[in-house]
């Protein structure tokens, strides 16, 4: 099946510092993948579409100067915290559908990244 | 935009009863509704999804029901096992490359 490959899975890091996340799809092409970010339990609020070749689309609420996405391909999209603050601590979601997908084709969730700013 | 109610946020069962967890949505364009087991640390899992064309799904000790006139969905399990357990999201989103949108969450307990 689809597989969503989501890098670091875990991360520490000093505030002032930036974190770059990777999402990979990784046997099939994603022209748009979502960032989901879920705090402690709290349910999954979406951040961010990312399109492939295109600026991405911000939530309301989420700094697109802070969180940078950049889609350049068709199977990697990338989420960069900049200067990264205690609380950006939280669990970050990649997410995707199959470019091109059948109707029943569901969205398809990377492992998540836990990161934690000091 | 799209807006996801669920309830109840937390539910005890004991082992072998029925647990049932409902959600309501607000975009009546809304049309394909998946439920997510979550498990500590771990992604959501889905577990079974239904789309507008149909009122109900089963699989195995699982099921969910859809009425769109009232724009509720619920989730039933039925047989509950300790391994039931876990955080369930219901989710919301039109059909396409659109996001889906999730309900709070429901932490369920199966009590052996």
């Known amino acids: 099946g689809a597989v969503v490959s989501q890098h670091p899975s875990r991360v520490i890091c000093k505030s002032g510092t930036s974190v770059k996340i990777e999402c990979r799809s990784l046997?099939?092409?994603?022209?748009?993948m979502f960032w989901y970010r879920q705090f402690p339990k709290q349910s999954l609020m979406l951040m961010a579409t990312?399109?492939?070749?295109?600026?991405?689309?911000?939530e309301q609420g989420v700094e697109k100067d802070k969180f940078l996405i950049n889609h350049a391909s068709l199977t990697l999209s990338t989420l960069t915290v900049t200067s990264a603050h205690p609380e950006d601590s939280s669990f970050y979601i990649c997410?995707?559908?199959?470019?091109?997908?059948?109707?029943?084709?569901?969205?398809?969730f990377g492992n998540g990244t836990r990161l934690t700013v000091t | 935009g799209e807006n996801v109610e669920q309830h109840p946020s937390t539910l005890s069962v004991q082992e072998g009863d029925s647990a049932v967890i409902k959600c309501t949505y607000s975009?009546?364009?809304?049309?394909?509704f998946p439920w997510y087991k979550q498990e500590l640390g771990k992604r959501p899992q889905l577990i079974i999804d239904?789309?507008?064309?149909?009122g109900e799904k089963k699989d195995q000790r699982i099921a969910v029901t859809l009425n769109k006139t009232a724009k509720h969905f619920s989730l039933h399990i039925t047989e509950t096992q300790p391994e039931d357990s876990a955080v369930y999201f219901c989710?919301?989103?039109?059909?396409?490359?659109?996001?889906?949108?999730f309900g709070k969450g429901t932490r369920l307990s199966v009590i052996a």
């Open positions: 975009d009546s364009a809304s049309n394909y």
């Open positions: 997410s995707a559908y199959e470019a091109g997908r059948s109707y029943n084709s569901p969205l398809h």
């Open positions: 239904i789309r507008s064309n149909v």
């Open positions: 989710a919301a989103s039109i059909s396409g490359n659109t996001p889906l949108v």
């Open positions: 046997d099939f092409q994603a022209t748009t």
């Open positions: 990312s399109n492939e070749g295109s600026k991405a689309t911000y």
